[in-house]
């Protein structure tokens, strides 16, 4: 069995990218007009940061008790049907 060893010990501490982070893989375009969605027409670009993150946890868990996940939210009752499934 792999040894595991927690680094944070919440999420205030998890590291999450933001947006000045994100490697050059979306190209920003300057757009003059507003958001006929929201009142003040404000358009925002700084949640892309946290597009990676539901995926990373995902991942976390599936290394640490060797069962792959598909789909989101992944709460505890799922993560128990799958490791009993599993054997």
């Known amino acids: 069995m792999k040894k595991v060893c927690q680094l944070t010990i919440n999420f205030l501490n998890f590291g999450a990218l933001t947006s000045i982070e994100i490697p050059p893989l979306i190209k920003i375009i300057y757009v003059t007009s507003q958001s006929i969605h929201i009142e003040k027409g404000f358009k925002g670009i700084g949640e892309s940061g946290f597009i990676p993150v539901a995926a990373a946890i995902a991942n976390t868990i599936s290394d640490a008790i060797n069962v792959e996940f598909n789909e989101l939210p992944i709460t505890p009752d ?9 054997n």
């Open 78 to 86: 799922i993560i128990w049907r799958k490791i009993n499934t599993q």
